[in-house]
């Protein structure tokens, strides 16, 4: 008989944590793998449109064919938006410039200056050298 009444016992524990470890092992390497090979398959070009149509289709499933109603705060942006817009189309325009150079002359000069000329050139007042010439 051994010294070691137990020793095949210790040969079978150290046995199974040395396959435990190897276990442990393998299945690192594998995650590793997998790990890449996902990561690879996702950013395919395929995979990607293939996921932009599933995207497509669900969101086009969801929404709604009645009109969007929009709540009050965005209402009120819409007619803020839309009374900005108007104000600076019109301050882009010619007759915002004229009115403005106009108002500008107008306190700057004295009383007996003329005002700046009309930006499109109508003449409907016309001023005495005007009619002798024609």
Do not use: C
């Not at 276990?23 to 594998?30: P, Q």
């Not at 590793?32 to 449109?49: N, Y």
């Not at 932009?52 to 109603?69: A, C, D």
């Amino acid at each position: 008989m051994s010294t070691h009444p137990h020793a095949s016992l210790d040969l079978e524990i150290a046995g199974a944590e040395v396959r435990i470890a190897y276990h442990r092992l393998r299945l690192k390497a594998h995650k590793t793998l997998l790990r890449t090979a996902v990561r690879e398959k996702i950013a395919s070009p395929g995979m990607l449109l293939a996921a932009t149509g599933v995207g497509y289709v669900v969101g086009s499933l969801t929404q709604s064919n009645r009109p969007h109603q929009p709540s009050p705060a965005g209402r009120l942006f819409a007619v803020v938006s839309d009374a900005l817009r108007v104000v600076l189309k019109f301050s882009r325009s010619g007759p915002a410039i004229w009115l403005a150079t106009t108002i500008g002359a107008s306190r700057t000069a004295n009383k007996n200056s003329p005002p700046p000329p009309d930006p499109y050139g109508s003449d409907l007042v016309a001023d005495s050298g005007a009619v002798d010439s024609l």
